[in-house]
């Protein structure tokens, strides 16, 4: 006699792995386009940190503007990655990515003059953080949106201490306490936006849509990636006594 529970338990364990390979496959598209973001960011910033001229032209009000560039984008580029093409999507992640890469080759060439140790040590500790952040968010059943509000003020008041201390206070001691503070709370967001994006996932999604939802949170993962690693290689520096 067929049992009719073990057909149904049947289906529904298939259909579970079926799902859980394909949140598998979307996840690991973030990943991959992300890392292939730090990587081309790093390529950037190295190629910037080798020609004195470019550190120079970099380094005088061409910064602030991209700076202005990269919060720009960092605000229009998710509605363009989940609205327009994936071609569009893309051209936003790797111009995104790009200004990163130009605004930290002055950084890569100061921190090289002093200790050519100094910029991997901090891309290691960085990936280990991110790497623990991340897995926690994407195992953890608890939810995490809650905390996105907090940590949405909590940056933007960062950022605004950031430049009080850039243009006004001058502090090292302050810098110090900035950084930490950028560490802890990026940190929290790599955890919450990686849950995030697991949640976007759906398997009905086409393959469009899919992609562009992998870029989109590649975006997001790779800027809570480049922010922790500047502030942990200016951690680095501060405690050396640079």
């Known amino acids: 006699m067929v049992n009719p529970n073990r057909s149904y338990m049947t289906r529904s364990q298939a259909e579970v792995a079926q799902l859980d390979e394909g949140l ?7 990943y991959n386009y992300m890392s292939l973001g730090v990587a081309f960011t790093g390529a950037i910033a190295m190629l910037v940190a080798m020609n004195p001229a ?10 602030w503007v991209l700076f202005i560039g990269i919060l720009g984008l960092g605000w229009f580029a998710p509605k363009v990655m989940m609205t327009k093409s994936v071609g569009a999507a893309q051209a936003c992640f790797w111009a995104y990515a790009a200004l990163w890469g130009a605004l930290m080759g002055p950084m890569f060439y100061a921190y090289l003059a002093v200790d050519p140790m100094l910029i991997p040590q901090a891309f290691f500790i960085t990936a280990g953080t991110f790497a623990g952040m991340s897995l926690l968010g994407y195992t953890t059943k608890k939810n ?22 850039v243009f006004f206070i001058q502090s090292l001691g302050f810098e110090l306490f900035l950084s930490i503070g950028v560490v802890l709370v990026f940190s ?4 919450y936006e990686t849950q995030q994006i697991k949640n ?3 398997e009905t999604d086409g393959a469009e849509v899919q992609t562009r939802k992998s870029i989109f949170g590649a975006f997001m993962l790779y800027g809570a990636f480049v922010v922790m690693f500047i502030h ?11």
């Open 24 to 30: 598998r496959s979307y996840m690991l598209r973030v």
């Open 54 to 63: 470019m550190v120079q032209a970099l380094s005088g009000g061409l910064f």
């Open 144 to 165: 995490l949106a809650p905390m996105g509000a907090f940590l949405a003020m909590a940056t933007i008041g960062l950022l605004i201490a950031l430049l009080v201390n």
């Open 188 to 191: 929290g967001l790599t955890a």
């Open 200 to 202: 976007m996932y759906y």
């Open 232 to 242: 942990i290689l200016n951690l680095l520096a501060i405690l050396r006594g640079e």
